[in-house]
């Protein structure tokens, strides 16, 4: 066994967000979000994302008459609302010392535009946050996680309204001067670049609304919102709760050329901006040129307020968040070329790597050459706030799950990282697993692509028990845990 030499205060954890454990919907005052209008379909291909993704009025509708749980995954979750005491009890048992999650901005303002925020929802989430401190848990918040409430969409068009940024300041500064003595890291936004991937499940924009606009440039205006709804919170916390860090967050999906044809290395190139754009404007505080002339080339006008170049400008995170699954190829002409999938981006299969049963390719060195790339574009402390691997583990007859396959990708995926923070000089705050418990997949919208470290015995229509077992993986992690430097 190696041991590496490791800062002492690195954070180990897990992670999940609200809308895939959570449940109880409807539940303490808690309003309709977006993710309780995404409904499991069987006979839908899981690998469609865009299929799986998008939707309409119309649908949205049928889903707001539908008051039932079954087929809609997210919103009985895995009953976390309810079992939160357990579950962390069980997950602190690994000996973890950090917790990533999110609040669910409807369960503290139901229709977004409330003038007061749902007593019975705040004080839910500090009776969380502090069982995670009560076993000395770092609590790692973030604020939007794929929701909003289902009224700020359907009577404001969510994050494409400038009034909506006002609606999540307000939302954000009540939950941050609530939670701020026992919270200090915090992301305004899970992986900010995602609206352009899944625009509804990401930022609650439904394409049919928008009848006579360029519906990409509606994508973008919203993505500016955000950028300045990030920036008065990082604003806000730096000036009131200095204390606390405040962390932008990207998908990073590494992009390879398919071979070493320079054409495939620059569209490689280009498809990895897209996605540092994100970070580049977070970190850097200005929407790189780069990525104006693509705006400017594809005719789409963002519309800006005086001060929101100020803002951004001076208001950037203080670290970088990421999560990491899989790595895609890519070639300037694809014709012809095996295709794969990634966390809803589609690329060329690599044969140098296998793949997961949902066709993710895995590729540890590429969570290596995430952290190098980014720490080299920004020299600002990194996070990895997601890694794991959906699977379909197999609950054996005396109870107990063999999912050797998930202790091999967290292995080698934690052996690329320790590598690289021994000998890349790079600057990590920590590394979460994807996911706690089994949770209900954010693309796929089904449990049967479970994530967690602890089984959750439910099915896709929600039947099942909702006991809990701890899977091998769980044991393997805990004894990581206590090496602390060695990987077992
Ligand atoms: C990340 C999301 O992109 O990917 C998570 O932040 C999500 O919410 C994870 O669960 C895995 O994706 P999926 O679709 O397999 O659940």
Redesign the pocket.
């Known amino acids: 066994m190696k041991s590496y030499q490791i800062d002492p205060n690195f954070l180990w954890g897990v992670a999940t967000?609200a809308n895939?454990v959570e449940g109880g919907w409807n539940e303490d005052g808690k309003g309709m979000s977006i993710a309780d209008c995404l409904r499991y379909r069987p006979q839908l291909d899981v690998t469609n994302y865009k299929a799986a993704n998008s939707i309409s009025s119309k649908q949205v509708k049928e889903a707001m008459s539908d008051l039932s749980t079954k087929n809609w995954a997210k919103r009985h979750g895995v009953d976390f609302y309810h079992n939160y005491h357990e579950d962390i009890k069980q997950l602190a048992a690994m000996g973890i010392s950090a917790f990533r999650f999110s609040i669910s901005w409807a369960r503290i303002f139901p229709n977004g535009d409330d003038q007061e925020p749902n007593q019975a929802g705040l004080d839910y989430y500090l009776d969380l946050v502090k069982e995670m401190n009560k076993y000395n848990i770092e609590p790692i918040m973030t604020l939007s996680?794929?929701e909003i409430p289902l009224n700020l969409v359907l009577n404001y068009d969510a994050w494409y309204d400038r009034r909506v940024i006002d609606f999540f300041d307000k939302f954000a500064k009540t939950v941050i001067d609530y939670l701020h003595d026992y919270v200090k890291y915090w992301i305004p936004i899970?992986?900010i670049d995602?609206i352009i991937r899944h625009p509804f499940s990401s930022a609650g924009l439904i394409e049919d609304r928008f009848p006579n606009k360029n519906f990409k440039n509606v994508i973008y205006q919203a993505m500016h919102n955000q950028f300045v709804a990030s920036a008065r919170i990082i604003k806000y916390c730096h000036e009131t709760y200095p204390d606390l860090k405040i962390g932008c967050m990207i998908?990073s999906t590494m992009v390879y050329p398919y071979n070493s044809d320079p054409r495939n290395v620059l569209r490689a190139t280009e498809i990895m901006r897209n996605v540092y754009a994100f970070s580049d404007i977070q970190i850097r505080g200005k929407y790189p040129k780069y990525l104006l002339k693509k705006l400017k080339e594809e005719d789409i006008k963002i519309e800006e307020e005086a001060d929101d170049t100020d803002l951004i400008k001076e208001n950037t995170a203080d670290f970088i968040a990421f999560?990491y699954?899989s790595s895609v190829c890519t070639a300037y002409d694809t014709t012809g070329l095996q295709v794969t999938k990634a966390?809803?981006i589609n690329g060329v299969y690599n044969k140098y790597l296998p793949e997961s049963e949902?066709g993710?390719q895995i590729d540890p060195i590429g969570l290596r050459l995430s952290l190098i790339k980014l720490y080299d574009r920004y020299q600002k402390p990194l996070f990895i706030v997601?890694n794991?691997l959906?699977a379909s583990d197999v609950l054996t007859s005396d109870k107990k799950i063999h999912d050797d396959y998930r202790i091999c990708y967290l292995r080698d995926h934690i052996q690329q990282m320790l590598i690289s923070l021994v000998e890349d000089g790079i600057d990590l705050i920590g590394y979460c697993v994807?996911?706690t418990t089994d949770?209900?997949?954010?693309?796929?919208n089904q449990i049967s692509?479970r994530?967690g470290l602890i089984y959750v015995d439910l099915d896709d229509e929600g039947n099942g028990t909702y006991k809990r077992y701890r899977k091998d993986s769980y044991y393997w992690y805990k004894k990581l845990l206590s090496f602390g430097n060695k990987i077992p």
């Open positions: 967000s895939q996680h794929y899970n992986e995602s998908t999560s699954y966390n809803r949902w993710w997601e794991g959906g994807w996911g949770m209900i997949s954010a693309s796929s692509k994530y």
